[in-house]
């Protein structure tokens, strides 16, 4: 099975494409740059998505219809909703919302044009599987995150939880905002700017996801602070720990 991995960071993507070697594959298609070939003994295209939906939506359609993919993995970071979650905690997608998307009054607000569905969800099998690599992560984590770093950011014991995502092109860093999203949608855990056009993607292909998002604020006022180091020093570790316990590596 041939998997596509994404990423909105190019330090998202850095490690795992170092893991790859030196035999992968560079291909150039539309300013992206897909690399392929293999990741811990499994079949691979990994490439930086670029950031929001239209430009996550472009690239999974690369991955389908050019590349072949039969699965699809979007890793990156989000934005807290849930009060529960804190910086260094894990959502793994159950349903992903378009937040931004309003067809009213010929649509429910949400709602996908022709499509009827106002969330996509993903395949609770495959959400088990995320989450159980995740807390295999999470229980070595210290082997790839010194505890310095990591108590920096207020990181002391991270979780990970299964919980809805909604995306949007809007970067969420004001608390008046952030309360008028829980409003409308209640069950989000956090917030992002490409998973749900992903999976609008992979829903019309028939292609299983898994969206799995390290939180890295709060998405309020204090969200844009350290913002870069902490994709850095922190998320791109989480995604090359993740993956690679998700694929066996």
């Given amino acids: 099975m041939k998997i596509g991995i994404m990423g909105a960071m190019t330090e998202e993507i850095a490690g795992l494409v170092d893991a790859m070697g030196s035999r ?52 990156g970071v989000a934005g807290a909703v849930s009060p529960a979650l804190r910086v260094g905690d894990v959502v793994v997608g159950s349903t992903l919302y378009q937040h931004d998307m309003n067809g009213s009054p010929l649509f429910p607000r949400h709602e996908i044009p022709l499509l009827g569905v106002s969330g996509f969800e993903t395949e609770a099998s495959a959400r088990r599987e995320a989450a159980l690599a995740v807390e295999r992560f999470l229980a070595r984590r210290r082997e790839w995150i010194p505890d310095e770093v990591a108590s920096e950011f207020g990181i002391a014991a991270p979780k990970v939880v299964e919980g809805a995502i909604a995306s949007g092109d809007k970067f969420f860093a004001d608390g008046a905002e952030l309360g008028e999203l829980r409003g409308r949608l209640p069950d989000v855990a956090c917030v992002e700017m490409e998973g749900a056009a992903v999976a609008q993607v992979c829903h019309e292909y028939g292609v299983p996801l898994t969206v799995i998002r390290t939180i890295s604020d709060a998405a309020d006022e204090g969200a844009p602070v350290d913002f870069a180091r902490f994709v850095r020093e922190i998320a791109s570790r989480y995604s090359l720990g993740v993956v690679r316990s998700l694929l066996g590596g």
Wanted: without cysteine; glycine residues 10%; positive net charge.
């Fill in 24 to 75: 992968r594959e560079q291909v150039e298609v539309g300013r992206r740059t897909y690399h392929v070939g293999e990741l811990y003994g499994r079949e691979v295209v990994i490439v930086f998505s670029r950031w929001g939906k239209v430009a996550a939506a472009t690239t999974a359609t690369e991955l389908l219809a050019r590349h072949g993919v039969e699965r699809m993995i979007f890793t």
